[in-house]
């Protein structure tokens, strides 16, 4: 019976993809990875390394990048893109793989953070190989061609609506076939807007006010891409609520309320949801609650919600799906696994605590889970039937980005820093 269910659900997961296409090993074309979930497409990578020293797994190069910033680089081929804010300009970098700068692009002015972990550049770059897009605070929205030239540039604060967020804007861009498509969900008036990669044009708009109170209209989370029989979507979290959209007009074709039934003022949402085969699993409540939403278009909505958990979540890091079995990291270091067909624990455990917070996403690859703490600690467990913790490494400065696996190589990026791990 295990091996029957375990078949169906490999074979739905088969069955749905996402808006990208799975990538060659050395591309990492937004902040989840080739294919939006947190998962290296293929190679082996570092699990234990020194920085202050040499060996067959150290500090390859370290970079140091104008200003400050806590975007996740994205990586197409030998091009590294990275955002930060320094000069008074907002600026998207290129580096090649020695960490030399090849071009920076300037993107309107800055607005600082108000977080100590916020800043101007939180949202990570999004490419195809032929565009690179980046979002700031300071809602400046451009794009340009591989070579740093822009191509067009829009500032959605002055152009649509003023950012009411109480802390610092933390969604990014991600792309579809044709367009660069970004959510502002908020106080006031919240919407997804779709921008044509060539020429900025835009293509759709699709109004996203919901019935939240407060603090719980704010969202940070960043949009789902997704694609089945029925065409591709855009599954955007936030304001109490799952929302699906055709990606080629925004259309509204589903949604799902019930994450805050005692309408709670403070529930904003930061965690993105993440897809597990037939279900796409939304963490909120601040951390305290995870909710299996069934995917399709005509699945009936009293009968969405797979199952619920109120005992568990993730605040801020997005969970990482590896096969049956989903990874949530929480803010305080605690690990739990969970099967994703029942939302049962298979285990949890707890990684090494101090005052330091872990904000970045789990990374899966090669049999392992990268975690981050915002000291610049990175601690490797291995994927199984039980916790195992296999390094603890340690990086100089401190970090909320999500580290990016590609080529056997992983790059961590710090407030004003890259550093380059491999063998």
């Known amino acids: 019976m295990k091996r029957t269910l375990f078949s169906t659900f490999a074979q739905t997961l088969v069955a749905l993809s996402f808006a990208f296409p799975l990538l060659a090993a050395d591309r990492w074309p937004s902040w989840r990875g080739p294919n939006g979930d947190g998962k290296a ?47 008074g300009k907002n600026w998207l970098l290129a580096l090649d793989w020695n960490g030399k700068e090849l071009w920076r692009s300037e993107m309107g002015e ?77 106080t006031g008036p919240s919407f997804l807007v779709a921008f044509d990669k060539v020429t900025g044009k835009v293509l759709w708009k699709q109004d996203r006010n919901l019935d939240a109170p407060s603090e719980a209209a704010q969202s940070y989370s960043t949009p789902t891409l997704m694609s089945d029989k029925n065409g591709k979507r855009i599954l955007v979290l936030g304001a109490d609520h799952l929302t699906a959209h055709n990606a080629d007009s925004g259309e509204l074709l589903w949604k799902v309320g019930g994450f805050n039934p005692t309408n709670h003022q403070y529930f904003r949402s930061i965690s993105s949801p993440v897809l597990a085969g037939d279900l796409i699993l939304c963490p909120y409540a601040r951390g305290s609650s995870l909710t299996a939403i069934r995917l399709g278009d005509t699945t009936p909505d009293n009968q969405r919600i797979a199952w619920k958990r109120e005992d568990l979540g993730a605040d801020v890091p997005t969970p990482t799906v590896v096969d049956n079995r989903a990874y ?36 899966y690859a090669d049999g392992k889970l990268y975690l981050s703490r915002e000291d610049g600690a990175i601690f490797v467990v291995a994927v199984g039937d039980k916790f195992e913790l296999l390094a603890s490494n340690q990086v100089p400065g401190e970090t909320v980005a999500t580290p990016v696996l590609v080529n056997g190589k992983i790059l961590i990026r710090t407030f004003d820093g890259l550093y380059c791990i491999g063998k």
């Open 41 to 87: 497409s293929s190679g082996t990578f570092p699990t234990a390394w020194k920085i202050a020293e040499t060996g067959s797994e150290a500090l390859l190069w370290q970079a140091k990048l104008p200003g400050r910033g806590a975007s996740t680089p994205a990586v197409w081929d030998d091009h590294i893109f990275v955002t930060t804010s320094a000069e």
């Open 110 to 186: 800055p607005r600082d953070g108000k977080h100590r972990n916020g800043t101007g550049s939180n949202p990570s770059p999004v490419t195809d190989g032929k565009f690179v897009a980046a979002y700031f605070k300071s809602g400046d929205i451009a794009c340009t061609d591989t070579s740093g030239k822009v191509l067009w540039h829009h500032n959605l604060q002055k152009e649509m609506a003023e950012d009411t967020l109480w802390w610092d804007l933390g969604t990014s861009p991600v792309m579809t076939d044709n367009a660069v498509v970004v959510t502002v969900m908020q």
């Open 328 to 363: 949530i990291l929480a803010d305080d270091g605690k690990v739990t696994c969970i099967d994703i067909a029942t939302g049962k624990d298979v285990w949890t455990d707890t990684l090494p605590r101090n005052r330091a917070k872990y904000y970045s996403s789990p990374v």
